[in-house]
């Protein structure tokens, strides 16, 4: 297992609410990413977080957003939940500069929306 | 649209035998390719990556690029029913040498689940 951890492990939200979700990233990562990863596709970028400001970001409205804090823990919140927003969310981090650095996966968070 | 294709499968195939997973990208500027292990209900786990054409091999995996093809496969040798998941290959616009805050986005494709018969 990686030293990444998630929480909540699973989530149920209806449609309209807000929910936020986090992350702890393994020791000594600086940089955290936040993917969707939909039933049957795979993982879709949504943001990265580097010394707490975001600095990418995918396809995703601004109804997606977050925060990372100075140490390097992570949320991501969700305003305004639609049905299509069920999915695993997964955190990943990684240390910045060298030569490739390897990104890790936490184990997500399940959300459902109803 | 940048887009990682693979094949859904499933793929299966007998223990011991070589499985073949395929991947094409379209976006000429990846420069740095990546594939994954998920297990059913778990994260994904990185097997290889690779940014050079040719082939990079770990234990029983290879990993093959072919840039001017846009192609990037990962060949499992002996492979066993403990290696039946969904592999998923991804591609980053970032080169290997990453500098601090390079922007890490992976695009990833939808996997091919592997099915490895006893």
């Known amino acids: 297992e990686t030293g990444v951890t998630q929480s909540p492990t699973h989530l149920i939200k209806t449609r309209g609410q807000q929910v936020t979700l986090r992350c702890s990233s393994q020791?000594?990562?600086?940089?955290v990413s936040w993917y969707q990863q939909a039933l049957g596709q795979g993982p879709q970028f949504i943001f990265q977080?580097?010394?707490?400001?975001?600095?990418g970001r995918g396809n995703f409205p601004p109804r997606f957003s977050g925060l990372q804090f100075p140490n390097y823990s992570s949320e991501l919140n969700v305003n305004a939940l639609e049905l299509d927003d069920s999915a695993l969310y997964l955190c990943?981090?990684?240390?910045?500069?060298?030569?490739?650095?390897?990104?890790?996966f936490g184990p997500g968070t399940r959300l459902t929306v109803l | 649209q940048k887009e990682v294709e693979q094949n859904s499968g499933p793929l299966s195939v007998p223990e011991g035998a070589i499985a073949s997973l395929n991947c094409t990208y379209s976006?000429?500027?990846?420069?740095?390719f990546f594939w994954y292990r998920q297990y059913s209900g778990k994260s994904p786990e990185l097997i290889m990556f690779?940014?050079?054409?040719g082939d990079k091999e770990d234990g029983r995996f290879t990993a093959q690029l072919n840039k001017a093809s846009q192609y990037v496969s990962l060949l499992i040798r002996d492979s066993q029913p403990s290696d039946s998941a969904t592999y998923l290959c991804?591609?980053?616009?970032?080169?290997?040498?990453?500098?601090?805050?390079?922007?890490?986005?992976?695009?990833f494709g939808k996997g091919t689940l592997l099915t490895v018969n006893p």
């Open positions: 991804a591609v980053n616009m970032e080169p290997p040498l990453n500098s601090g805050g390079s922007n890490y986005k992976l695009t």
């Open positions: 990943a981090s990684r240390s910045s500069g060298g030569l490739y650095n390897e990104q890790f």
């Open positions: 020791s000594g990562h600086n940089t």
């Open positions: 690779i940014y050079s054409n």
């Open positions: 976006d000429r500027g990846s420069q740095s």
């Open positions: 977080y580097y010394r707490e400001e975001e600095n």
